[in-house]
């Protein structure tokens, strides 16, 4: 009937529509409904008569248009709800303890969020015009605000007073609601203005939740640094932190999660990390001395965290690896100083170092995750240990000599992929030398003597280490050894021609001749030997060959370097004596019972008595005397006299008469003098780019290019001198400091 | 003396080249031990310099410094006027010649056994 009134045009009266239709049918019933704890109060009928009585008093003609009360009634409605039932009913449970409050505290939010829907529906009408006309807050808005004024600002503190306890009650072990925490915890994330922002969320409860949280690690902090291990702390670091990243996801807003995170970071991580690292009988230095992996792994990822948090940690390990390398190469000193024999050969030595790069290599990898700053760490502790040299022969020396013994047949007994395995980790070693040019010029001469003597393992396997080098250096380094190489491989391919020109003639001598490329190869003696006639004939039958061939070379015959088989008759048997070329002309010389003393023999040789004592020393001194000398003793002196040994015999009809060798196993003057080229390269290129530069300048720039070793700054300065005094460049007259490049 | 600093330079430079025999770039050490003084008289360098120069090159068992070059010679003075007080040298950032840092490494040596008596 009263809808039909109004379809009739009546107007409703702002106190009759509010007090008889919206108060008594909507909001009374709507407060009773919340009180017993229901929500759907109204069935379809009753929700359209009310929101049509609102429409219908918003839309009526000026004066009777009420919208601007209605909207001022609506916030009054809520506020009085909130300030006569609900704050009271909260401060009633307020000394109750924290989860009674939280809990009524949720109750009431809930019931507010009913209470605010059902008024918004109702009175829609304004949200669509009224408010939009005016700028007002929405419904919705306004409601938010109310509960923000009247409630909230009341209750806040106690409230997160009583989440915070929750919190630190779930950190002890305790079981706690969480789903009434995470209520909570939404009710703060809407009091933000605008219903979007956070502000009251981060102000009201997550700020004090990270000072409560720093208090609570310094605490535990305090008491598991006094008593627990550093492996045992890091556990419980762990623990802690994968404890309350959980505790975000469940009931927190994911905004603190980076917040709570570094609180805690700070306090139980970076202010005790030193002490964590140091500590004795279970710090970084011990963890990495009983190889604790597991352990070293998660203070690597813990410390990850941290910001410079990994440097203080490598450079324990850095520490601690120059250490172990150290060791190494003290008990090498040890070996020297307990009188052992020095030699240039120390395989013990060199594999132990090799070892230890091994080891650390690994555990870098797989325990630091192949971080930079500990692959830095083992680089900068390996070139230390490396360059440490001890006793009469190098480091440099040491390690070229381990790789003849992987590369010479009859050295070190290894199938293919060990042989590989060997040489790429002594490159790795190298690597880490600084005098790598005193390395390659020992590595070419060890190099020489294996291809010469056909000691050579595998051409591959050279050709793989020249490989791998070139890799480390670049070509400049390896461009020698590679000529080398291909001066044998050259040979090869002539080899068949030439054969078949020595067939055409008939010295009864089987020939063949290396020749080796100038500059490539070592310098060696060329003494002058006296060669018998047979020899001779082979030599010119070659030369003409040669020249024929190649009209530019100039031959120049090594005879120190040359092997001869030499068949040997001793009484009625026969023997394959495997000699160098210089004693088969010896041996030549004793044919038939001749007896000669040593100055003879100088003269028929033309020999000096450098190369002629240990020629006769191989002959007649050591394991197979061929040669009898007279007086029989283990010393050549110039008043001694040879025969043949009419009675030499053996068992084995093959015989390797060794000898020792002529030349030195490098040229340590040849290597200061390339060293003093280099630099003085380097300062020309250097100064010829720039034309005028400081002395420091200079010096920098000259160590930065030189790759291959590192001279001291005197050197560098002498060098400078000399091209002063060579007019290259010139001091500057205006700074004493500088130098000009003349052209 | 009746020259200017820089003026002087050029006539200590001419005194080395003066001297120079044949084709010849370098000074006998004895010879520039003599020419020393003689170019330097009057008090253009602090005896107490010029002396111990002197001393530290006729003492000098290095037998790359038996010649003396125009630069080790020019730097000399160059070096006497520029620093007076050998406390200052620093080794590590000078260009000097290497002469000169084995004179100062000298006096240093000679000052810590003078201490020691």
Redesign the interface.
């Known amino acids: 009937i009263e809808m039909a009134d109004r379809a009739n045009g009546n107007i409703i009266q702002l106190e009759d529509g509010w007090n008889n239709e919206i108060k008594k049918r909507a909001i009374d019933k709507l407060e009773q409904t919340l009180d017993n704890g229901f929500d759907t109060a109204f069935e379809p009928k009753e929700y359209i008569r009310i929101y049509t009585t609102c429409y219908d008093m918003c839309t009526q003609r000026s004066p009777y248009n009420w919208s601007r009360d209605l909207y001022q009634r609506h916030g009054e409605t809520i506020e009085q709800y909130l300030q006569n039932t609900v704050l009271p009913a909260l401060n009633d449970k307020s000394g109750q303890g924290g989860t009674i409050l939280l809990n009524e505290l949720k109750h009431r939010w809930t019931n507010h969020q009913i209470m605010n829907k059902w008024l918004k529906k109702f009175f829609t009408y304004l949200d669509r015009y009224y408010v939009k006309h005016h700028s007002l807050p929405t419904l919705e808005q306004a409601g938010l605000r109310h509960f923000k004024d009247v409630v909230y600002e009341n209750v806040k503190e106690q409230a997160t007073g009583a989440i915070i306890s929750l919190i630190n009650e779930e950190r002890d072990g305790e079981i706690i609601e969480k789903s009434l925490v995470k209520s909570i915890v939404e009710l703060y994330e809407n009091m933000g203005l605008g219903g979007a922002s956070l502000e009251s969320y981060t102000n009201d409860l997550e700020q004090p939740l990270l000072d409560a949280t720093r208090a609570y690690y310094a605490r535990k902090r305090e008491d598991w640094i006094a008593k627990d291990s550093t492996p045992d702390y890091l556990i419980k670091v762990e623990k802690a932190l994968a404890e309350e990243k959980a505790r975000v996801t469940e009931y927190l807003n994911p905004a603190s999660e980076p917040k709570i995170r570094r609180v805690v970071e700070d306090e139980i991580l970076q202010k005790v990390q030193m002490n964590l690292l140091e500590k004795e009988g279970s710090g970084c230095r011990v963890l990495l001395a009983n190889d604790k992996s597991e352990d070293l792994q998660r203070m690597f990822h813990l410390f990850s965290r941290l910001d410079n948090g990994l440097q203080p940690m490598a450079s324990i390990v850095e520490s601690f690896i120059t250490s172990m390398g150290n060791a190494c190469v003290e008990k090498r000193q040890a070996k020297l100083d307990g009188g052992e024999k020095e030699k240039n050969d120390d395989p013990e030595f060199v594999k132990s170092l090799i070892d230890l790069h091994e080891k650390y290599l690994g555990v870098i990898r797989e325990t630091f995750s192949g971080h930079h700053l500990f692959q830095k760490a083992l680089k900068n502790s390996f070139e230390v240990v490396v360059n440490q040299d001890v006793g009469q022969y190098s480091n440099a020396e040491l390690m070229s000599t381990f790789c003849d013994r992987v590369l010479k047949s009859g050295g070190e007994k290894l199938n293919d992929s060990e042989v590989e395995e060997s040489l790429d980790r002594i490159v790795q070693l190298f690597s880490f030398l600084t005098d790598k040019d005193l390395f390659a010029d020992i590595y070419r001469n060890q190099l020489a003597k294996r291809l010469l003597n056909q000691r050579s393992s595998s051409d591959d396997a050279e050709k793989l280490m020249i490989a791998k080098l070139k890799v480390q250096c670049g070509t400049q380094f390896t461009s020698k050894m590679e000529g080398m190489l291909n001066d044998l491989a050259v040979g090869n391919d002539q080899k068949s021609e030439f054969d078949a020109r020595m067939e055409q003639h008939d010295t009864k001598l089987s020939f063949s001749v290396q020749v080796l490329t100038t500059g490539f190869w070592p310098t060696y003696k060329t003494p002058e030997v006296s060669l018998p006639a047979n020899m001779t004939k082979c030599l010119e039958i070659f030369t003409e060959w040669h020249d024929a061939k190649h009209q530019k070379r100039k031959l120049s015959w090594v005879h120190s370097l040359g092997n001869a088989t030499v068949k040997s008759i001793f009484g009625k048997k026969s023997y394959d004596l495997q000699v160098t070329t210089l004693q088969a002309v010896v041996l030549n010389t004793f044919n038939d019972g001749k007896t000669f003393d040593f100055n003879e023999l100088k003269k028929i040789l033309n020999l000096n008595d450098i190369t002629l004592k240990p020629l006769m020393h191989s002959l007649s001194c050591g394991k197979y005397k061929v040669i009898t000398k007279t007086p029989a003793n283990n010393k050549i002196n110039s008043t001694d006299s040879f025969t043949a040994n009419a009675k030499f015999s053996s068992n084995m009809r093959k015989i390797r008469i060794p000898m020792a060798s002529l030349d030195p196993s490098h040229n340590k003057n040849r290597v200061e003098e390339d060293r003093s080229w280099a630099i003085e390269a380097a300062i020309v290129r250097i100064m010829k780019a720039r034309k005028t530069l400081k ?2 300048e200079l010096i920098a720039e000259v160590l930065s290019q030189l790759s291959f070793f590192r001279p001291q ?2 050197d560098i ?2 060098r400078i ?1 000399a091209l ?2 060579r007019d290259y460049l010139e ?1 500057s007259a205006e700074n ?4 000009n490049y003349l052209a | 003396g009746f020259l200017d600093r820089e003026d002087f330079k050029d006539f200590y430079k001419f005194c080395f080249q003066f001297n120079r025999q044949g084709t010849h770039k370098t000074l006998e050490k004895d010879l520039v031990i003599a020419l020393l003084p003689i170019c330097l008289s009057g008090g253009r360098v602090p005896s107490e310099r010029l002396q111990s120069f002197c001393e530290f090159l006729e003492t000098t068992k290095d037998e790359s410094y038996s010649k003396i070059t125009l630069d080790q010679w020019r730097s000399f003075l160059d070096f006497c006027y520029e620093v007076e007080d050998l406390a200052t040298y620093d080794e590590s950032s000078s260009a000097w010649p290497v002469l000169i840092d084995e004179y100062v490494e000298f006096m240093e040596k000679k000052a810590k056994d003078g201490k020691k008596k």
């Open positions: 002395h420091q700054p005197r300065k002498k001198e002063i005094d001091r004493s400091d500088m130098y």
